[in-house]
């Protein structure tokens, strides 16, 4: 390795797979440090590559970055949409979507952060691409499955921006923490356990808070 | 102003409209460029005074950082303190406490990511101390508020820990979103309209979803 002329030569299955480590390896160091400020040269480190080789395959560090998320979200946003095609009940989709964001955060745990911060320090032409194709799904999955719901009278109508926020807000903020769990909870990792509360915690206040018919007052 | 023997011999209102001056700077810049990652000479050039002055009063950047949190929690913890104080049902309790924590995020919109980069880059001693002081009053809060609800047969048995992680997150999303509102729904600012749909979003969903009887399958 070392020059271009060099990874050119290399065989496609190389070639993908040297890209693909180098993927792996900035999501690894993400989470290990639990943030998303991580540099080129301890990415390709961590990778044993080198710094040239990013630029190659990515262009530059942001080009590394949306490749990261889009690799994140890729499984997340094809669920979405086998899931917005189904004849289950609104609610039913909704279970689903919530436990799979938490599901999804729990895996890349920078992931919502990651966004964000690519989203705000790029041009605005490049934050509207990113923006449109990694939280436009999300976007449109909220406006029909809020449809829907009223469309059944299962929901409340509910602004869909406004429970895009709520959703993701709710579902992340254990990720993005910030040592907040060791140090009021005393807690010292997100296990299974842990997770799995979150889920059901979730999926049951979230779900509940956007039924047609509060209980109260009605006994 | 300049050195140490002239500050320390100015009148006393004098230095603490200058100590007051440095965190209004500080919040100020944080709310224009959206990140809380500010230089201390942004900070002492926009409250016209310098970073031996900062030094002096705060010690160091960090205590500068400690000193804006506790200023901008201080009311909504003693707020919080009269609430849990009152006789008034859970259920009221909760939507007053949810609608001031979305106001608290609205005049501080980098708390929270501040809080959290405060304690993650702090020995795990100051971590601690302040995640008692400045998170511990809510999680107390979530604790006494949830027995009362559920001693009141309103609301469902719920974990406090996870309550403290949904109600932040989802209150605190529109604020961190980082473009996202402009990017994906095309808003250039949170006025006041929209701060108070979020207001009142967020507190029928969170209240509505932590109710004992969820009318779902009664009727």
Excluded at 129 to 154: D, M, S
């Amino acid at each position: 390795m070392g020059t271009m002329a060099k990874m050119d030569h290399r065989p496609e299955t190389s070639r993908s797979r040297t890209r693909a480590d180098l993927l792996t390896s900035t999501s690894e160091l993400m989470i290990e440090r639990d943030t998303v400020d991580v540099s080129l040269s301890d990415i390709a480190g961590r990778a044993r590559s080198n710094v040239a080789l990013v630029k190659y395959y990515f262009g530059n560090k942001d080009g590394l970055l949306i490749a990261l998320i889009e690799r994140d979200v890729a499984g997340a946003i094809e669920g979405l949409e086998r899931l917005i095609a189904t004849d289950a009940p609104a609610l039913v989709k909704m279970e689903h979507h919530i436990s799979g964001l938490l599901r999804t955060y729990h895996r890349f745990p920078y992931l919502n952060r990651l966004v964000r911060s690519v989203i705000r320090n790029s041009s605005s032409e490049v934050s509207r691409g990113i923006a449109q194709r990694v939280i436009g799904p999300i976007g449109q999955f909220y406006e029909a499955l809020i449809a829907q719901g009223v469309a059944e009278g299962t929901f409340r109508p509910i602004e869909p921006m406004l429970m895009y926020f709520s959703a993701v807000g709710a579902c992340d903020q254990l990720y993005s923490g910030g040592g907040i769990l060791k140090a009021v909870y005393d807690v010292d990792e997100i296990d299974d356990g842990l997770r799995r509360r979150y889920i059901a915690h979730t999926v049951a206040l979230l779900t509940q808070g956007v039924l047609a018919r509060p209980a109260l007052g009605s006994d």
